[in-house]
């Protein structure tokens, strides 16, 4: 058996075209959503990634704008940036690119973006109103996996789903997000004895550990789902994540790559938050999409 392919690409651009009815149905009530995404420093990776925002939000016909300071930045410089978008009636979305230099505290920063603007889903009234399973801005890369698993047809409720990591951008929030679907969670991380114990007992395996190629099919259940959230180079400079592909491949029942699996889908439900925040914003919750 060969796992079948979850092809973030492709799911990715079905949902934009069902972003942009939205888009277009707020237009027509005069309102153009807006992100603002603030870039500090000369991270290259995160240069990539803000650019692939600011494209995307335009491609769909939302209003972008990119504010890059720089690396030595003061914290107080920062947070009256992120003060002045929280006003600033052109923007509906507000993320602060990540990570930040050491000198600033991203707590701080994600506590000042206002909660309705707070896109990334980072900011805890955001994060307690999803462990709270109420409705919310999640963040992005948990919301995306949700949405490529929803796309496999595979009912969710009562499957073991195992997280290996627990940052608060991804491993915590997504077991949380499975949790709230009926599905039984077990948390791992670095420090976990016997890892392979429990991996082989997961039905879904999402993996966010920052190791390259650190999941082999020995670590794999027959025909589980598996999720690679990773983004690593490997010996050759090219992009891989923390599931070895090829050698899974043939386990699982399902597979996402890297690249074109988890990536995509992390950007496409930023521009699903910022249509949402624009939406609840205005007041206007009377889209025919279903947010
Ligand atoms: N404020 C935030 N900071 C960061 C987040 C986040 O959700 N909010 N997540 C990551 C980075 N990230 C988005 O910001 C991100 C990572 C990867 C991709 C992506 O599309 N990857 C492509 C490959 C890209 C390449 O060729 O290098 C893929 O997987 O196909 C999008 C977004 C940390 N910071």
């Known amino acids: 058996m060969v796992a079948a392919l979850i092809n973030g690409k492709e799911i990715s651009l079905s949902i934009r075209e069902e972003l942009k009815l939205g888009v277009t149905e707020l237009k027509n009530q005069g309102v153009i959503p807006g992100l603002a ?24 016909g939302m209003y972008s704008e990119v504010i890059e300071l720089a690396e030595a930045v003061s914290e107080d410089e920062l ?72 796309a496999t047809n595979i009912p969710i409720s009562g499957k073991h789903v195992v997280v290996i990591g627990r940052s608060n951008i991804v491993g915590k929030p997504v077991g949380q997000l499975f949790l709230n679907e009926n599905a039984t969670v077990t948390y791992t991380h670095s420090r976990t004895t016997d890892l392979k114990r429990i991996t082989k007992q997961a039905d879904i395996l999402i993996v966010a550990i920052g190791v390259a190629k650190l999941i082999t099919s020995d670590y794999i259940k027959e025909g589980a789902i598996v999720i690679d959230v990773g983004m690593n180079r490997d010996e050759n400079g090219k992009l891989c994540g923390d599931v070895d592909f090829e050698n899974v491949k043939s386990v699982a029942g399902h597979i996402t790559p890297v690249p074109g699996g988890v990536g995509p889908m992390t950007i496409t439900m930023l521009l699903h938050n910022t249509l949402k925040a624009a939406s609840q914003i205005e007041n206007k919750s009377n889209l025919g999409v279903k947010l």
């Open 37 to 60: 995404v603030v870039l500090v420093g000369n991270n290259s990776a995160s240069r990539t990634y803000v650019n692939s925002k600011h494209k995307a939000c335009n491609e769909l």
């Open 79 to 150: 947070l009256s940036v992120v003060r002045k978008l929280n006003n600033d009636d052109k923007i509906h979305g507000i993320l602060v690119q990540l990570p930040l230099p050491a000198h600033i505290s991203e707590k701080k920063v994600i506590e000042t973006i206002s909660p309705l603007k707070d896109v990334d889903g980072f900011h805890p009234i955001n994060i307690g109103r999803m462990m709270t399973n109420q409705d919310s801005l999640l963040p992005c890369t948990p919301f995306g996996i949700l949405k490529l698993i929803e």
